[in-house]
């Protein structure tokens, strides 16, 4: 199993987007982060396991919700990009820069 952090963007959109879904309707945000942590712990145990983009990163989505974690599998972690939705376009953060 690998270690896996969160960048500061990354935080900040879990953040962001769980309190945009707890608006929404209660618990609802909770919900989400829930299957973000399944999400990191299946990166854990299996970092090859999302989609490898062209730039070298990759990229994992999420049930339940259009999301996806953006991520880089590092010789002995996983370094989580951000985390975005489905249908926009990646930020020069997921881009590794």
């Known amino acids: 199993m690998k270690g896996v952090f969160l ?40 970092p090859d396991v999302g989609f490898e983009l062209p730039s070298g990163n990759r990229r994992l989505l999420l049930r339940r919700f259009p999301y996806m974690v953006m991520y880089r599998n590092q010789r002995d972690h996983v370094l989580v990009l951000a985390v975005g939705h489905q249908r926009r376009k990646p930020q020069n953060r997921m881009r590794g820069k």
């Open 7 to 46: 960048t500061e963007a990354a935080e900040s959109d879990v953040r962001d987007i769980a309190g945009f879904y707890e608006e929404a309707s209660v618990g609802l945000g909770e919900d989400f982060l829930d299957v973000v942590r399944d999400a990191l712990s299946l990166l854990s145990e299996h």
